[in-house]
């Protein structure tokens, strides 16, 4: 019989619903080290809580979160705020004495960002990010093949999370587009980590960033008759350098929320003199391979539902986000319990202040129009 550890949700909306789903899902799982129950949610609005009646363990509902973090069997939490609670919530999670799950970017900016960081490190607790797409099948064949092959010189990297859904300009305004909640990096907080995670594991840091960023609806509706300034960036295309080998190359990351066509795409591509690999949400048992021979191709192969954390589906059916989210916090859970060997884990504290400097610098370069040294 696996341990059984108690799991808190502070904040119940999309991901904490999300969250609670993958647990309902745990049995999928091969060899957990744990058997995770949601045992208190709090939220500030009393009707999110009426959805997690339905959950049998969770006997604290509450709208204070002080109140979930005093339950003696909470043992691990997941924030999922608005970017500007982030310092005052996860310091509160570290001082009761629990592990956390924290949402990106972690803090609303680098100086909270690093304050959030020393916190967790003193604290001795384990503390990880949040960012789930890394872990479909096909970009875990390309992290696996990047590790594994040699690709010759690298002449290029893409990485990029798209969205459309803000081109409706009739959506109306929430937290995710004003800056006293969301933070100045704008769409870089809300896409960019999931972008970054995979080129910062593989140790491509940026050493410089030249970025484009777009602000395009600066209205949206209240919601209540009126309308409201939306005053965060919209678009950010970064154009970076990291260096591999000794040799400097171009690494561009994208984050959009006006992106014509994507409804939700995340997608990797690298490219070499020997060799290359590409993969995206859109095509998702799909995975791309370059092959550098005489015909210069590109080879296809369906991936199927390959994970890195084995469950009991059938390799032939398909891969979802809830299936991704499912193993992010397999890779959570493994990890704390000392068993993540060398699977693909969740972001960590220091790669969450990374993406923070890349994207501080970012908002620099924008407002100087210059290239900025990392």
């Known amino acids: 019989m696996s341990e059984r550890v108690g799991i808190g949700i502070i904040g119940g909306g999309l991901m904490g619903k999300e969250s609670a789903s993958a647990f309902g899902r745990w049995l999928a799982l091969q060899n957990a080290p744990v058997h995770p129950e949601i045992v208190a949610v709090a939220d500030t609005n009393p009707a999110v809580l009426e959805w997690f009646k339905r959950i049998p363990a969770a006997h604290c509902l509450t709208t204070d979160y002080h109140e979930l973090l005093a339950q003696p069997d909470v043992d691990i939490v997941y924030v999922a705020v608005p970017h500007h609670l982030h310092e005052q919530i996860y310091g509160d999670v570290l001082d009761a004495g629990k592990d956390l799950l924290a949402e990106k970017p972690f803090g609303i900016d680098l100086a909270s960002a690093e304050r959030i960081a020393k916190k967790s490190k003193d604290s001795g607790r384990f503390v990880r ?98 309308s409201a300034v939306s005053d965060t960036w ?10 591999i080998k000794g040799q400097s190359v171009p690494m561009t990351l994208e984050m959009k929320r006006l992106a014509p066509g994507q409804m939700n795409s995340w997608s990797f591509e690298v490219l070499g003199t020997a060799g290359g690999v590409r993969f995206s949400t859109k095509e998702p048992k799909t995975l791309w391979i370059y092959m550098a021979d005489r015909t210069q191709s590109w080879v296809r192969s369906d991936v199927g539902h390959k994970t890195a954390f084995e469950t009991i589906t059938g390799g032939i059916f398909e891969f979802g986000f809830p299936d991704a989210l499912l193993q992010m916090w397999a890779a959570f859970l493994f990890e704390r319990s000392g068993i993540l060997d060398e699977r693909f884990g969740c972001a960590t504290i220091d790669e969450a202040v990374m993406s923070h400097r890349l994207f501080g610098a970012a908002l620099d370069s924008h407002r100087r129009q210059v290239v900025v040294n990392l």
């Open 234 to 243: 919209d678009n950010a295309t970064l154009h970076t350098n990291v260096e």
């Open 129 to 226: 990010v949040s960012s789930e797409f890394p872990f479909f099948p096909g970009l875990q064949e390309a992290f696996r093949y990047l590790r594994e092959t040699d690709i010759g010189d690298v002449l290029e990297i893409r990485a990029g999370f798209l969205h459309a859904s803000d081109l409706d300009r009739s959506k109306p305004i929430n937290w995710k587009r004003q800056i006293v909640t969301c933070g100045e990096i704008g769409v870089m907080g809300d896409l960019g980590m999931h972008v970054v995670h995979v080129p910062f594991r593989l140790g491509w840091i940026p050493k410089s960033v030249y970025a484009q960023l777009q602000n395009v609806i600066t209205q949206r509706p209240d919601g209540r008759g009126g």
